[in-house]
């Protein structure tokens, strides 16, 4: 599959795209506030099939100040999917009305899937646990903004880092860029192992892991707060167990340095106390405006056919499905269940959609198709 023209992964983007697109973000700063003089004649659709604030808003904005025009639904229960339409059905017949598309969707592996139909780029705007790259750009976005540059930072990521999209996304991202990031979280939410042996192929390290906040937060330059992802839990007992386990105070930010960036993707929900709110280094607001700028860069240069990313190769298709059920392969059944080996780990797959992994002697699959 060709993914050139479409925006799934921060982990198909090499860190020069990743430092073109923010320079590009740069130059929308001014435009992203006062709108353009010289209106595209293109249009976004954004299809939402799970809740979005921040992602549907600040695109649609974003479209409308480069002076084009959006389209979609911010509900899946208003649209076909509600009569049975697939996925590939969906955005086979979307390329017909639309120039772009942001999809945000519960199932991992979800935008890819529909990439493999649509003849229109695609952006992933959050699939499932899995990715959330748009995300991952402005994050990095307000890292430049708010301290000149990302090399050497020592980011925190803090939270559910088990379900948390983000946290994933920008964790690759942030390597790529050069940081160093800690991973703090909850026993039980630490980042999937999946998410970990991906960092570590590529990086040849694993990220530190530490449970105590208030230990890490002294040497840290960022500290990236997420929210207990209630919507992924699979039950209740699980989410109220893991529910307030860390709090970002007044008094937490009191061992902080005077420099430090707090972000956060929101919505928040009491991972942080409002009284931080007064706090100059809380840059969640400031992040979230940073969205337009971003988010108009992406549009402008997808649209343009500016981002350059290589060809994929290599994968088997194996009759048996993912074994996780979140995954888009297991509810969209045309969908071929591809895997590609570990480098680093024998007799082990890595799901093509959602990046689970599957711990299997070769000879033991029937390997329907082996692409070169
Ligand atoms: C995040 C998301 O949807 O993953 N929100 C966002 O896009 N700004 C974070 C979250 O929902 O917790």
Redesign the pocket.
């Known amino acids: 599959m060709i993914f050139s023209h479409h925006f799934l992964s921060v982990r198909h983007q090499s860190q020069g795209n990743l430092e073109q697109i923010l320079e590009r973000a740069r130059g929308f700063e001014k435009q992203a506030r006062a709108g353009s003089d010289h209106p595209i004649n293109s249009i976004l659709a954004t299809l939402f099939y799970e809740p979005?604030t921040?992602?549907r808003l600040s695109f649609e904005t974003a479209m409308h100040r480069l002076g084009g025009r959006v389209i979609g639904f911010a509900d899946a229960r208003t649209s076909s999917v509600a009569k049975g339409e697939s996925l590939a059905d969906t955005f086979r017949m979307l390329s017909h009305y639309a120039d772009i598309a942001v999809m945000?969707h519960p199932r991992e592996g979800s935008a890819r899937a529909a990439a493999a139909y649509a003849t229109i780029p695609v952006i992933n705007g959050?699939d499932g646990g899995h990715e959330?790259p748009t995300?991952t750009m402005l994050d990095l976005y307000t890292i430049q903004s708010e301290r000149g540059h990302i090399a050497g930072l020592n980011v925190i990521l803090c939270g559910d880092l088990l379900y948390?999209?983000?946290a994933h996304s920008l964790a690759w991202a942030l390597l790529l860029m050069g940081a160093n990031i800690i991973c703090v979280s909850p026993h039980g939410l630490e980042m999937p192992s999946h998410v970990m042996h991906l960092l570590h192929e590529r990086f040849g390290k694993f990220p530190a892991v530490e449970y105590d906040l208030t230990a890490a937060i002294a040497d840290a330059d960022v500290l990236y707060v997420?929210?207990i992802?209630k919507e992924r839990f699979l039950s209740d007992e699980e989410y109220f167990a893991a529910k307030g386990s860390y709090t970002i105070d007044t008094e937490l930010m009191s061992h902080a340095r005077s420099n430090l960036v707090l972000m956060h993707?929101?919505?928040r929900v009491d991972e942080i106390t409002v009284e931080v709110d007064q706090d100059p280094r809380a840059a969640y607001f400031r992040q979230a405006f940073y969205g337009i700028p971003v988010r108009m860069a992406l549009l402008d240069m997808l649209l343009k056919g500016e981002i350059k990313l290589p060809t994929e190769v290599g994968y088997v298709i194996r009759e048996e499905r993912c074994p996780n059920e979140m995954c888009v392969s297991r509810s969209e059944l045309y969908l071929p269940p591809e895997f590609e080996p570990l480098a680093e780990k024998p007799d082990t797959y890595r799901c093509i959609y959602c990046d689970h992994e599957v711990e299997e002697k070769r000879e033991e699959w029937e390997v329907v198709e082996e692409k070169a």
Do not use: D, V
Request: hydrophobic share 5%; proline share 12%; glycine share 12%.
């Open positions: 979005s921040r992602t945000r959050g959330h995300q948390g999209r983000t997420t929210r992802q993707p929101l919505p």
